[in-house]
């Protein structure tokens, strides 16, 4: 029962957002009393606290299955903004936004784990794109790591509604791209941008 508030609060939050779903609203949805889901979590914020955990490890499993598609490095981060516009579409609000309003401490404990995990995927596909020849050579790897996984997670934090972040971070994924790339680099980035209309 525990997994399945989480699961179906989890969802509520995202869409309809993490300030308006109460714990009743959550045990309508669910028929089931506001008691049963007291008996597993003190109080709400404890239960976003667990549903952001979640996500994010539903986030890090599919980043996971993207890099295990052996995409060049271009085509791998053009690959996982796909993934996240699958995943997110159907919110109207951004909900990093909506967390770092709301409730900042769970935002901040969420941000440390996510940086530290970007912080070594982004590395790994500058390595890569390297190898690759798509990117430069005498790229420093920690400074473009840092640039990108700030304004990734600026953009989030601070736009209101998650299309209009989706459209930013394309804007972000090429500027980042182009920064990196060889001659051979920007021809792939242009394949991409083509591929996924930006």
Request: with cysteine.
């Amino acid at each position: 029962m525990k997994d399945k508030i989480i699961a179906r609060a989890t969802d509520m939050f995202l869409k309809l957002g993490f300030k308006s779903v109460t714990m009743d609203d959550i045990a309508c949805d669910m028929c089931i009393s506001k008691k049963t889901i007291y008996k597993y979590f003190s109080n709400k914020e404890q239960l976003i606290e667990q549903g952001t955990e979640i996500v994010h490890q539903n986030i890090h499993r599919l980043m996971d299955e993207v890099v295990s598609k052996n995409f060049n490095a271009i085509e791998e981060n053009f690959e996982m903004r796909k993934m996240f516009k699958e995943m997110f579409q159907s919110f109207d609000h951004s909900p990093a936004y909506q967390l770092k309003k709301h409730y900042p401490e769970i935002y901040e404990k969420m941000m440390r784990n996510e940086i530290e995990d970007c912080h070594s995927m982004f590395s790994q596909n500058i390595v890569k794109g390297i190898e690759q020849g798509l990117y430069r050579p005498e790229i420093d790897i920690e400074a473009a790591t840092k640039f990108y996984y700030t304004l990734i997670f600026s953009i989030n934090e601070n736009t209101l509604l998650e299309r209009d972040a989706y459209i930013l971070e394309g804007k972000a994924l090429e500027y980042h791209t182009r920064a990196l790339a060889t001659p051979k680099g920007i021809e792939e980035l242009e394949k991409q941008l083509l591929k996924f209309n930006i």
